[in-house]
């Protein structure tokens, strides 16, 4: 089983509100991803990161951040909630190469009400 | 850009029988092909992972097979059970990225 954390699983909030979805890994991968999937649909890849210091925006244009300061951590942040922000974020990383598989976390399920 | 489609979209079989799930992509050029299992709720598990210079991979019960000229994949389940039931998403690796199909919901009936 993979060692990829995230926290919180489940969050409801207010509209506005500053919110930070942690995303953890403990396997030193370099490439990490948050992906968003509403609920049926499929997974949408929203940022990417090849390693510290890196950040790219994905397939699916999204109003969060993120950062990664450091291999084994990389938050996603929206500065101010909205109900269209309500949606399902699953948090993955993978070794770089591109012929690994990429192990997922549980998900973080956000309401914004 | 790469679309993957999943067909059926939603599958339910009596315990015990063997069943197929489809899956179709349009960019043939890709490093690899992967199947998970989404339990409700739940993050992704990886099931098998074919890479493109391959033609299948088996695992337990599970058969997965690759025909990258004509955009195709299968996952082949041998005598399910209801702890089968989940959604299988097919997912094909490009440039360091996945892209996923809508998924499969498969049911399995007692």
């Known amino acids: 089983e993979a060692d990829i954390y995230q926290t919180p699983r489940y969050l409801v909030i207010g509209t506005g509100k500053k919110i930070t979805l942690e995303c953890s890994q403990t396997?030193?991968?370099?490439?990490m991803y948050w992906y968003q999937q509403d609920p049926g649909m499929e997974l949408h890849l929203i940022h990417y990161?090849?390693?510290?210091?890196?950040?790219e925006k994905g397939d699916l244009s999204s109003e969060s951040t993120v950062s990664r300061i450091r291999t084994e951590h990389f938050p996603l942040t929206l500065e101010s909630a909205r109900p269209s922000h309500t949606s399902q974020y699953l948090c993955?990383?993978?070794?770089?190469?591109?012929?690994?598989?990429?192990?997922f976390g549980p998900g973080t399920r956000l309401l914004v009400l | 850009k790469q679309e993957v489609t999943q067909i059926p979209a939603a599958l339910s079989v009596p315990e015990g029988e063997n069943l197929v799930l489809n899956c179709s992509f349009t960019d043939s050029a890709i490093y690899n092909l992967q199947w998970f299992r989404q339990d409700p709720g739940k993050g992704l598990t990886s099931l098998l992972l074919i890479q493109s210079s391959q033609r299948e991979q088996t695992s337990g019960r599970l058969n997965a097979s690759l025909d990258k000229s004509s955009g195709r994949s299968t996952l082949y389940i041998a005598a399910s059970q209801p702890g089968d039931s989940a959604t299988y998403l097919c997912a094909v690796s490009g440039n360091e990225k996945l892209t996923f199909g809508t998924g499969t919901r498969l049911t399995i009936i007692p």
């Open positions: 990161s090849y390693g510290v210091n890196s950040t």
């Open positions: 993955a990383s993978g070794l770089a190469g591109g012929l690994e598989t990429q192990y």
């Open positions: 396997m030193g991968h370099d490439k």
